[in-house]
């Protein structure tokens, strides 16, 4: 008898059932002829396809845990560049790069996105390129700027929570209930710099968003970055140079290299693009760590 070869589409099956079982009451599992442990480590009894074996690879760390995730992803050119000035984004990666962030929305209970981002771009935030259920949408907008006539405020396919300085919730839960949309509010503590991205896990966490993908853009991720608030970054890189424009990361200065972050690498080829998997450790303390 022939024997079967696991395909990148049956691998994704073995993702989402990795995504869907309980790590808290086993450390590992098997379906089939893939077994699975804690941490994303697998093995195949059957023949694998190299697109299938690296899926597995890149998704199973994500879903196969015992502890909350909170990653970001960021698709940049090789001058490191997110957008251009304008903040034209459309788009910085390849087909490939934009399955891998629609496979990243599906696995996880948030996505977080910044008031630029939703102000420049009008994003869907669903996950269209792969089978999968859609995140609760995240719009971080601590001075409560954002316009009214949103697609993610407008559309009911996911559920969107949109997050404000605590003086704008009652305003911006009058505007929603006006429009008769489904919209939740959340306040937020705003201080001098900002917004405490670790408040915003915590307030996730309440909710039982234990999985977040924070999806951009640069200022956001920098922000959670700066604070030890990411267990890991996908930065997909694409060979593609803009030479102006918004920055992927922007944090605070530094003398030496040898105060640069080295976090632990893994790199893959997705297409023409090179997408990095940094392993940042845990997450800083938040209230309910
Ligand atoms: N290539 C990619 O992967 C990718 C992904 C996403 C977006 N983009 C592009 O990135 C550009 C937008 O990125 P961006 O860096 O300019 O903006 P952004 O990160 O989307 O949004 C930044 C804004 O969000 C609010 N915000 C976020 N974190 C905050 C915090 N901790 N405290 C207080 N406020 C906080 C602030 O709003 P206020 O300004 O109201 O204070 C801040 O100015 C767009 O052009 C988009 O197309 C690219």
């Known amino acids: 008898?022939?024997?079967?070869?696991?395909?990148?589409?049956?691998?994704w099956e073995h993702v989402l059932r990795a995504r869907r079982f309980d790590w808290q009451r086993g450390l590992s599992y098997q379906h089939g002829p893939i077994s699975i442990t804690a941490g994303g480590e697998w093995h195949?009894?059957?023949?694998?396809?190299?697109?299938?074996?690296?899926?597995?690879?890149i998704m199973l760390p994500l879903v196969a845990r015992t502890t909350p995730l909170v990653m970001a992803q960021l698709g940049q050119s090789l001058d490191g560049r997110i957008a251009t000035e304008c903040g034209a984004s459309y788009y910085v990666t390849g087909q490939q790069?934009?399955?891998h962030l629609h496979a990243l929305r599906a696995v996880v209970d948030a996505v977080v996105v910044g008031a630029g981002t939703v102000a420049m771009d009008d994003p869907r935030l669903t996950v269209r390129h792969v089978a999968g259920e859609?995140?609760?949408?995240?719009?971080?907008?601590?001075?409560?700027?954002?316009?009214?006539?949103?697609?993610?405020?407008?559309?009911?396919?996911?559920?969107?929570?949109?997050?404000?300085?605590?003086?704008?919730?009652?305003?911006?839960?009058?505007?929603h209930?006006?429009?008769?949309?489904?919209?939740?509010?959340?306040?937020?503590?705003?201080?001098?710099?900002?917004v405490d991205p670790r408040e915003v896990i915590d307030l996730l966490r309440h909710?039982?968003?234990?999985?977040?993908?924070?999806?951009?853009?640069?200022?956001?991720?920098?922000?959670?970055?700066?604070?030890?608030?990411?267990?890991r970054l996908h930065s997909m890189v694409t060979p593609m140079i803009i030479g102006s424009g918004r920055?992927?990361?922007?944090l605070p200065v530094i003398e030496c290299l040898s105060q640069a972050m080295r976090p632990s690498a893994r790199h893959y080829t997705l297409g023409d693009d090179v997408l990095f998997d940094l392993d940042l450790g845990a997450v800083a303390q938040t209230d309910r760590n």
Do not use: Y
């Open 97 to 99: 790069g934009l399955v």
């Open 1 to 11: 008898m022939a024997a079967t070869t696991i395909s990148r589409a049956q691998a």
């Open 134 to 175: 859609n995140p609760v949408r995240v719009v971080l907008d601590p001075r409560g700027r954002m316009s009214e006539s949103r697609f993610v405020f407008e559309d009911d396919s996911a559920p969107t929570l949109h997050l404000v300085g605590h003086e704008h919730v009652a305003r911006w839960q009058a505007c």
């Open 44 to 57: 195949c009894s059957d023949d694998i396809d190299a697109p299938a074996s690296q899926l597995l690879d």
């Open 177 to 194: 209930e006006r429009h008769g949309r489904g919209v939740s509010v959340g306040g937020l503590g705003l201080k001098e710099d900002g």
């Open 247 to 250: 920055p992927t990361l922007t």
């Open 207 to 231: 909710q039982g968003l234990n999985s977040v993908l924070v999806e951009g853009g640069g200022m956001t991720i920098s922000r959670f970055l700066q604070e030890g608030c990411l267990n």
